[in-house]
């Protein structure tokens, strides 16, 4: 299994990228400031540098060459059309002045997630988390050896199928990830996988409360290619107010997107029919999901029901300014993740990708800050000596 892990701690983007170069003289970080929006002359459409607020000062910072937009899935889009680069009509309705007629927020993919139902075990065959947390050896392991639980990313197996409802277009990509987790959303108490997965108190009540204190299981089951689509809007042209998500989970028209979850869930049973599990009598939970008790229970109607009560963000929204060539209705920056219409800005964050990936945003975004980075210095024929990080 794949992970940011180094020597038992999390790595990321900043002490991997920011933290080895932070001393160079052509590096300079602003936080806690807050990006207004961009500077673009409306005459000849050409960015030209970033407004920003910082300890409740406006400041201007211009660019030399040009300015490169990476906020993210949801607040690249925001920023674009808090600049005026957005949709016409939506723009004139916040009283933007229009600078670029483009589908900016207008195409937002996410992968979501069903948590499923606990599977019980006789024994404990999971991380034991309370029981873990509270014996002094955890801890004295980490410190002297960045092992066990705390150097753990909490997942013990994970898989990916391809359904028979795979979208042909892509027929030989995985549409599903299994997340197989060796506890349930009660082991913590509620305290961080319950709002995390968008569990409410009535769910976590019914189906996590009561097996607390038993050895037990789960398997959350990711949409990796979901036919439904969302949109991101502004609420006003105030940049400090948070823009509008329209999810629309299974919102596509013949309802595949439910039903490649409920094929998923059929292959988890099976699963936990096997020898490997069933020498520890795994069996799931009969508990019904609040508001699906009066439909048959485990039959392709009640999981409906279920998936639609409870569908969870795994937060990796992608494609709000998808890349694609002008005649694309859909695409807001090109190939060279340049803005259509727009000289001296590009985008380089999960909002550029057409498509949901088969996996995980955090390779990808890397990725596409990596390459990024390079077609930048391709396109200004800047060399540069560097040592590998």
Known sequence: MQTTIRNGLRSDAE????????????????TGAHVTKILIKPDSKEAY?????KNDKMYKVLARREVILSAGGLNSPQVLMLSGIGPKAHLEEMGIPVVKDLPVGQTLYDHVAFIGTPYLVDQPIGLQMVKTALDPKTYLDFILHRKGI???NGLQAVAYLKTNLTDQEYSTWPDIELL?????????FGIFFKPLLNVNDEIYNTLCKPIAAK?????LILLLHPLSKGSVRLRSKNPFDQAKYTLNYFSDPENLDVKRIIVALREVQRISRQPALKKFKAKMSAAPYPGCENIAFDSDEYWECAIRSIPSSMWHQQSTCRMGPKTDKEAVVDARLKVHGIKNLRVADTSVIPRPVSGHTVGPAYMIGEKAADMIKEDWKMTFKYNKL
């Not at 540098?49 to 607020?53: A, I, L, R, T």
């Not at 197989?180 to 913590?188: I, N, Q």
Request: hydrophobic content about 40%; charged content about 30%.
């Open 15 to 30: 002490n991997s990228y920011l933290r080895p170069v932070r001393d160079r003289k052509n590096l300079k970080v602003r």
């Open 49 to 53: 540098g970033v407004e920003y607020k």
């Open 150 to 152: 705390i150097a753990s």
């Open 180 to 188: 197989f987790v060796p506890f349930t959303l009660a082991d913590d």
């Open 215 to 219: 050895p037990s299981f789960m398997v």
